[in-house]
């Protein structure tokens, strides 16, 4: 059982940033430029109007400095593959952050920071259904953290668990174009919007790539940075392990949000993850994690666990957070 909810978030995380291998475009280092042209799309507000007006009947888009005189514009397959090429860059510069997280456990909301190090991520509990922990709670948790620091095997497993994830999500990423058919849809606001469906022509060769596979949704994409701005999918096949005697995943949805947090750098802020089954024998399951993700800040690639701890106690609850809870 724990394997096939470890598959689901693994599953589902990787539909968090949809991002293959198609260099269409090296938009990486000239973002700079691209940078200005959103800011005057967003005050425009009818930017993505006219490029999916451009497509026409041949379903085709001029984006971003493609399709000029000469040159044809590219498809809906093309875009996505541009902006994955995007993301995975992104994700090739291995920076670390330091960011607020709200998420959902159970029945209570929980606030934390959480910050990445060389040796593993560190997280401090803030505040519980919106309430600042009181003493004893905040005793509770700085004699976790404190434990988790002076226990070097503890924290090899969670360098290596969040290594091991990384790295399925990176080939998990690869597959997004072969995977999936993609036809425009028209815009919201200043964005291009994208379907996504399984392409039958594609077989997967792994549990994740059956359930990515089996997603269909939309893409909304940032059509001067070529950056993935939104994704919502939903599972339209059940999936069954070893013919259904192994397990199932009958029902799943996934939404994910994405914000630029600095030049050429796009992070996660959004996930609301549901997904439900049955494994042998007549065992239930349930994956959901609702999490917002705000106020992101890089930090040293070679921070320590000792600077980080001090890091986390430097961070307090924004009232404004609080008071979304």
């Given at each position: 059982m724990r394997?096939?909810?470890?598959l689901?978030v ?9 991002r293959a ?6 938009d990486?280092a000239g973002?700079?430029?691209?940078r200005?042209s ?6 425009g507000g009818s930017r993505a109007t006219?490029?999916i007006?451009s497509?026409g009947?041949?379903?085709?888009v001029s ?7 000469g040159?044809s ?11 994955i090429f995007?993301e995975?860059?992104?994700r090739?510069?291995l920076l670390k952050?330091i960011?607020?997280?709200?998420k ?7 606030t ?6 060389k040796d ?10 919106g ?9 509770q ?5 404190g434990?988790?620091?002076k226990d ?25 174009p072969?995977?999936?058919?993609y036809?425009?849809d028209g ?12 392409n039958?022509?594609?077989s997967p ?10 997603l ?6 940032d059509?001067?940075?070529k950056?993935?701005?939104?994704v919502a999918g939903q599972?339209?096949?059940?999936v069954?392990?070893?013919y259904g005697?192994?397990g ?9 949000g994405?914000?630029e947090?600095?030049?050429g750098?796009?992070k996660?802020?959004f996930?609301?993850?549901?997904f439900?089954?049955r494994?042998?024998v007549?065992?239930?399951?349930s994956k959901?994690?609702?999490?917002r ?5 890089t930090?040293s ?8 701890k ?16």
């Amino acid at each position: 059982m724990r394997r096939l909810v470890l598959l689901l978030v693994f599953t589902a995380g990787s539909i968090l940033l949809v991002r293959a291998i198609p260099a269409l475009s090296g938009d990486v280092a000239g973002e700079a430029g691209g940078r200005e042209s959103f800011r005057g799309m967003h005050r425009g507000g009818s930017r993505a109007t006219e490029i999916i007006g451009s497509a026409g009947s041949s379903g085709k888009v001029s984006v971003a400095g493609q399709g000029a005189e000469g040159s044809s514009p590219p498809t809906a397959n093309e875009l996505v593959g541009a902006v994955i090429f995007n993301e995975l860059a992104d994700r090739e510069q291995l920076l670390k952050w330091i960011c607020l997280i709200e998420k959902r456990a159970g029945k209570q909301t929980l606030t934390e920071v959480q910050v990445e190090t060389k040796d593993g991520p560190l997280y401090r509990l803030l505040a519980i259904d919106g309430t600042v922990l009181n003493f004893d709670q905040r005793r509770q948790d700085d004699a976790r953290l404190g434990r988790l620091m002076k226990d070097p095997k503890t924290m090899q497993q969670l360098k290596q668990s969040q290594d091991d994830d990384e790295v399925k999500l990176q080939k998990l990423l690869s597959l997004m174009p072969n995977a999936f058919l993609y036809d425009y849809d028209g815009a919201e606001g200043n964005l291009v919007r994208v379907k996504f469906r399984p392409n039958p022509d594609y077989s997967p060769t792994s549990y994740e790539a059956r359930v990515i596979h089996s997603l269909a949704g939309t893409l909304l994409i940032d059509p001067e940075l070529k950056r993935l701005s939104k994704v919502a999918g939903q599972l339209v096949n059940r999936v069954e392990f070893g013919y259904g005697l192994l397990g199932r995943i009958d029902s799943g949805t996934v939404e994910f949000g994405r914000v630029e947090v600095g030049p050429g750098q796009w992070k996660t802020a959004f996930i609301n993850i549901h997904f439900s089954g049955r494994v042998a024998v007549f065992k239930t399951i349930s994956k959901d994690q609702y999490e917002r993700r705000s106020d992101f800040h890089t930090v040293s690639s070679d921070l320590s666990l000792s600077d980080a701890k001090d890091l986390l106690i430097s961070r307090t609850l924004p009232v404004h957070e609080a008071a979304l809870l």
